[in-house]
């Protein structure tokens, strides 16, 4: 088993590397080529935007770890007809899908990620001294950043439940440099220790030079600024949020609520606070239901995210207006995800009813990412981690005074009842606050495992331990 999977690794990584030189030489006759790219402050550039379009593979709305993919599928947010792909996905019976492509879409895909991430990382550091400083700092530290968060996804993925871990156990590689030799796959505590350690310089670099930190995100929300959209990007709140994401997976309580609580109080120079949670406020005319002015994904609540401009809602595969592909058509679904509180900004904000039968699926539809079309002025950026995430680690990891107090301003923002939480209780209530907040996300799946929850909501079947692991695919698919 243990030459198959360095087999395995060999080709993957082959084919990770003939991907990014594809991305380096596919480029405009005046674009920088691969061998000049990091010496200079635009070469870098160019790689750092690059890196960026390569993660869209993944991550955005019908992305496979996006909103209507399959690990959102594994996380049970939809219902299908019994023995399609969907319900395949649903149900966690990986070895019985007649097409194994999307896992080794989402496995070769995190590493492709992870190889142009891995090359950003090296040219910088051998161009260092032919670098502007914040260059050099932010383009590294962005990079790092995206090296660690496809570590975690496919240690989320294809590792573990964190609280059932085999000490003993090889899980996968971590990959820090490219090379065509095969990879060691090495121990979870081994794995995460340079997950961390990924982030920490990610941390340090960046909270050198990003301009988020001195001044606004709002500054950075035109083309004219010299880093421009910092919430398109991993930015130095996006790695805080990570760092309290990648704790809170491996058991590191004290470490989450650390980082969660330096995003959480982050100020501006005028007292404002840098990020806030969407509230019924924004719920107006003019506000959450106008599809011209905001964004239905709480763009005010993005740590980082990546950028969307091609994305159309409206021409896509799984919400697309006259061919909805992706819904829940479960009879009680409002009692069973909002408790029946129809009032619940959320249930609001995230679904609508399709009943047009003759052009769809009738069920609830996703309506997150309604915003993202061709002439939207809208953000459309796909939210990687959101301030919401944030709320919630502090109400479930937090001494229960500071706990509750982050929970009722999140209560208060969602517009549901505010119920003071309990040591006995407030595990279950913050799981299920999870669920109905990262709906369409891509999160859910992750939630279900860190909890090791045997009974998904709308779930398809029990999931076990070993149905949390997606299985590594085979040789033959990832050759593909």
């Known amino acids: 088993m243990k030459k198959r999977l360095y087999f395995i690794w060999t080709v993957a990584l082959v084919l990770v590397l003939s991907a990014c030189d594809d991305w380096l030489t596919v480029e405009p006759e005046t674009a920088i080529t691969g061998e000049k790219l990091f010496t200079t402050n635009e070469g870098v550039n160019q790689s750092l935007n690059g890196l960026y379009l ?27 007809a019994t023995g399609n792909s969907g319900y395949m996905w649903a149900g966690h019976y990986y070895s019985d899908q007649p097409d194994n492509t999307d896992n080794a879409m989402i496995f070769k895909g995190l590493y492709n990620i992870i190889a142009n991430a891995n090359s950003l990382i090296e040219g910088t550091g051998i161009n260092k001294e032919k670098l502007k400083e914040e260059v050099y700092n932010i383009a590294r530290g962005e990079a790092l950043a995206i090296r660690a968060l496809a570590h975690l996804d496919l240690i989320r993925i ?39 350690a990924d982030l920490d310089s990610a941390e340090v670099l960046l909270a ?80 959450i239901f106008n599809n011209t002015t905001t964004d239905l994904t709480c763009y005010c609540e993005h740590l980082c995210g990546t950028k969307c401009d091609n994305y159309d809602y409206t021409q896509g595969t799984a919400w697309q207006q006259r061919n909805i592909s992706v819904v829940n058509n479960t009879s009680t679904f409002l009692n069973d995800l ?21 052009w769809g699926l009738v069920g609830y539809y996703c309506r997150k990412y309604l915003n993202f079309y061709n002439s939207s002025p809208s953000p459309k950026n796909f939210p990687i981690m959101r301030l919401a995430e944030i709320y919630l680690i502090i109400a479930e990891n937090a001494p229960l005074a500071e706990a509750n107090a982050a929970y009722e301003e999140y209560c208060n923002a969602r517009n549901i009842p505010y119920v003071a939480l309990m040591e006995s209780d407030r595990g279950e209530r913050i799981l299920m606050e999870f669920i109905r907040e990262f709906t369409g996300e891509g999160q859910n799946f992750y939630t279900y495992k860190r909890h090791n929850v045997q009974n998904m909501l709308f779930g398809v079947r029990p999931c076990t331990e070993e149905q949390y692991r997606l299985v590594i695919p085979s040789m033959e698919l990832i050759s593909d």
């Open 54 to 80: 390569n993660m869209r593979g993944l991550y955005y709305p019908e992305g496979r770890l996006g909103g209507a993919g399959q690990v959102e599928n594994m996380g049970c947010t939809y219902t299908w």
């Open 158 to 196: 294809y590792g573990p439940v964190p609280t059932k871990v085999n000490a003993a156990e090889t899980y996968l590689p971590y990959v820090r440099v490219n090379n065509i030799n095969p990879y060691e796959y090495i121990t979870y505590e081994k794995y995460m220790g340079y997950l961390l």
């Open 208 to 287: 050198k030079s990003d301009p988020v930190i001195m001044g606004t995100f709002e500054a950075t929300e035109v083309s004219s600024a010299t880093w421009s959209f910092r919430k398109n990007h991993i930015n130095y709140y996006g790695v805080l949020g990570l760092q309290a994401r990648a704790r809170l997976w491996t058991g590191d309580m004290e470490g989450a609520l650390r980082y969660a609580r330096l995003v959480k109080e982050a100020k501006n120079e005028d007292g404002t606070f840098k990020l806030r949670l969407m509230n019924p406020d924004d719920n107006t005319s003019e506000g």
């Open 338 to 358: 909002y408790s029946g509180n129809g009032d619940d900004l959320r249930y609001q904000w995230f679904w609508s009813y399709n009943n047009r039968s003759q």
